[in-house]
């Protein structure tokens, strides 16, 4: 099965800061790459997400780069704020498969 | 417009005693999932749900048992809770099987 490793596990950045998230997959057929974004005590929520046939996308301070050769696609935020202190997970999809792959991971926090 | 809500929020049970944690959304969405959330282990599937009736296991199944009657209500059931269920269970759900997922609030479980 599909397997994600998501790096690195936690990340302290100064607000106003960039601040950036790997993910590897395994799986050279996955064609769906979402990034959501888990405020404390919420459940996970979409933020951005890009498809196999982008090599990137961007909304606002936020984009996702996907390079499909070596098989891993980053999180960027930029000009970091406190409101983006949170746990970010990575997720990979075929859409022969009915299920997302999450990642384990990151909890970001952003210094004032 | 509750969107995806889950019930209870916060649970504590003693090991061996059966609980059961209900999920219910409003949007019709097809596909409903269940995750367990864990320190280190990120987002973990349970079980989920292709529509009515139709359900299958995912990574992490043993000790939990579902059903779907209804469309809308997805529930799930520790037969005989032990310590190492101990987690944050979330539902979640989404119109198609490998795209966005919508996630609820969350159960907070503690087996003593």
């Known amino acids: 099965g599909e397997n994600v490793e998501q790096h690195p596990s936690t990340l302290s950045v100064q607000e106003g800061d960039s601040a950036v998230i790997k993910c590897t997959y395994s799986d050279s057929a996955s064609n769906y790459f979402p990034w959501y974004k888990q405020e404390l005590g919420k459940g996970p929520q979409l933020i951005i997400d890009i498809r196999s046939n982008v090599g990137e996308k961007k909304d606002q301070r936020i984009a996702v780069t996907l390079n499909k050769t070596a098989k891993h696609f980053s999180l960027h935020i930029t000009e970091t704020q406190p409101e983006d202190s949170a746990v970010y997970f990575c997720?990979?999809?075929?859409?022969?498969?009915?299920?997302?792959?999450f990642g384990t991971g990151t909890r970001l926090t952003i210094i004032p | 417009d509750a969107g995806i809500t889950q019930s209870p929020r916060y649970k504590i049970t003693e090991t061996g005693r059966q609980v059961t944690l209900m999920c219910h959304q409003t949007?019709?969405?097809?596909?409903m999932f269940w995750y367990r959330q864990d320190l280190g282990h990120g987002l973990r599937l349970i079980y989920y749900s292709a529509a009515a009736d139709i359900t299958d296991k995912g990574e992490v199944p043993d000790g939990y048992v579902v059903s779907r009657s209804k469309t809308e209500n997805f529930p799930l059931t520790l037969e005989s809770a032990t310590r190492s269920q101990t987690s944050v269970y979330f539902c979640?759900?989404?119109?198609?099987?490998?795209?966005?997922?919508?996630f609820g609030p969350g159960t907070r479980l503690t087996v003593t």
């Open positions: 997720a990979v999809n075929n859409f022969g498969n009915e299920k997302l792959t």
């Open positions: 979640a759900s989404s119109l198609a099987g490998g795209g966005e997922q919508y």
């Open positions: 949007w019709s969405h097809s596909y």
